[in-house]
């Protein structure tokens, strides 16, 4: 388990879902493996943590997991980012339990490793600009907020948007109960504490030994609605590589 010092905060990227909507590309390659600009998605990611000073890792596989094991080994190594390199672990979703356990669920399995601050984001979204801050890490730390999220501008797929923001006190806002408010897309990078997904908030337990599938999104509105969460606005580029579609736009604008 790693400490709460920001140096030492620890990171899941989410890598264990199917990609229904992306096949056939995601028939033989898991969609974080799939190229954008030159190289596979996930390692965009990979890439900006080590630029950050960040060095530990836990990936979460089902779909064709044992591919992106292939392709990245125990360690990711990238020079021009940082020295040392991103030492990676896997939670094995797909080979313990067949199949991926959700965002809420495949946190709560790889939870003995991460510590007890940590950041969480999806490995199928391209955010090059996004740039990951050790001050970031301290502030949450010092603070009594459950999770800090980043969200963005709601593109095409998501008008609606997802959370509010109100913007005088940076709290999260569960646009259920806050209908009037903005609301914005959640960019799915987070950084949390251990706390949200122990009791009373998750009733997973930790290690999530029964396999249990369960989504974050009704753990962040219920610590919403106790002033739990806090987020800020990011408006840098943001593409959730959901199809083949925005995927060819990607690499079209190479």
């Not at 890598?15 to 799939?34: I, Q, V, Y």
């Not at 997991?65 to 040392?84: D, K, L, V």
């Not at 199928?124 to 010092?142: G, L, N, S, T, Y």
């Amino acid at each position: 388990m790693f400490t709460d010092s920001s140096h030492n905060a620890a990171v899941l990227l989410l890598a264990a879902g199917r990609g229904e909507r992306m096949r056939p590309l995601t028939d033989h390659t898991p969609k974080p493996l799939l190229p954008v600009r030159g190289k596979p998605l996930l390692q965009w990611r990979m890439e900006a943590l080590l630029q950050g000073g960040f060095h530990h890792a836990v990936i979460n596989t089902a779909w064709l997991g044992e591919q992106i094991e292939a392709q990245f080994g125990p360690a990711f190594a990238a020079p021009a980012c940082s020295p040392a390199p991103l030492q990676l672990a896997y939670s094995r979703e797909g080979r313990d339990f067949g199949q991926a356990l959700e965002t809420a669920g495949g946190v709560s399995r790889a939870l003995p490793a991460l510590g007890e601050v940590f950041w969480v984001m999806a490995g199928d979204v391209f955010a090059p600009d996004f740039v990951f801050r050790q001050e970031d890490v301290q502030r949450f730390i010092d603070s009594s907020m459950l999770a800090h999220i980043w969200l963005v501008p709601n593109p095409e797929h998501n008008p609606a948007g997802d959370f509010g923001l109100d913007s005088s006190s940076g709290q999260a806002l569960n646009t259920a109960k806050d209908a009037q408010q903005p609301r914005f897309t959640f960019s799915t990078i987070g950084l949390y504490r251990r706390e949200l997904f122990l009791p009373p908030w998750c009733d997973t337990p930790p290690g999530n030994p029964q396999g249990t599938r369960a989504a974050l999104a009704p753990l962040l509105r219920a610590a919403m609605d106790q002033h739990r969460v806090s987020a800020a606005l990011y408006t840098g580029s943001w593409t959730d590589v959901g199809t083949p579609e925005r995927l060819a736009l990607l690499n079209a604008a190479a």
